[in-house]
């Protein structure tokens, strides 16, 4: 079974410029989360997508991040403009919606550094 | 309040010896899943275990063990004879069930250094 895609791997980009990150879950699995790890620190939920519809986006930085599930499979994350506090690694996860304690798997990781 | 607590920020040890990473959680939920997660160098987040609140019973993986104790809000991890490739990150996490939703919280991980 495939696991979680992500890409790019790593991106670098100047302050107030934009970036989009892409994530690809496992077959099958309803629910989607962006995650925000700066480096030290445990993962941030950012957003939680079940299915299409968005369950928990109560600390995404609303006035430059944006995330979309079209079709409740894929999924962008977007940051316009960045700012040099964005750099940090956005972690994808999934999970099959079972209810209750569902495990998340996670992808790769998106490096981003802002300049 | 953190949900999830994981007061060794780092721990190293040389090879063989045995190591236990600690996490106190936090929630007035009745159902709650508790999770580790390792996350080497490469940087992807493994899962390792999750466990619910109705079981208590320690579980044993190999050279990995797990003691949830639900007295004293903990969920505490022991590698024994570690090796130089268990050397990474771990975090631990829990689920609490919202609405139609389980939530999420991650401590801030322990960074286990194993020396040959």
């Known amino acids: 079974e495939a696991g979680v895609a992500q890409s790019p791997r790593y991106k670098i980009i100047e302050k107030r410029q934009s970036v989009a990150f892409w994530c690809n879950p496992i077959s099958g699995h309803a629910t989607l989360y962006w995650y925000q790890q700066i480096l030290g620190q445990g993962p941030k939920l950012l957003i939680q997508?079940?299915?299409?519809?968005?369950?928990?986006d109560s600390q995404l930085p609303k006035d430059r991040f944006s995330a979309e599930r079209l079709k409740g499979v894929d999924s962008t994350l977007k940051i316009q403009p960045a700012k040099l506090e964005d750099s940090a690694v956005y972690l994808c996860?999934?999970?099959?919606?079972?209810?209750?304690?569902?495990?998340?798997?996670f992808g790769p990781g998106t490096r981003l550094l802002v300049l | 309040a953190q949900k999830v607590t994981q007061a060794q920020t780092e721990i190293s040890v040389v090879e063989k010896e045995d190591v236990t990473l600690d996490c106190v959680y936090e929630t007035r939920d009745t159902t709650y899943y508790l999770f580790w997660y390792k996350q080497p160098p490469s940087g992807e987040l493994v899962f390792l275990i999750r466990r619910n609140s109705f079981d208590e019973q320690n579980e044993i993986s190999g050279r990995y063990s797990w003691n949830f104790q639900k007295s004293t809000s903990s969920f505490n991890f022991t590698i024994t004879a570690s090796q130089v490739v268990d050397s990474a990150v771990y975090f631990c996490a829990l689920s609490e069930a919202l609405d139609n939703f389980n939530k999420f919280y991650f401590g801030s991980g322990t960074k286990l250094n194993v020396k040959p």
């Open positions: 996860a999934s999970s099959f919606n079972r209810g209750g304690g569902e495990t998340q798997y």
């Open positions: 997508f079940q299915n299409n519809g968005v369950v928990d």
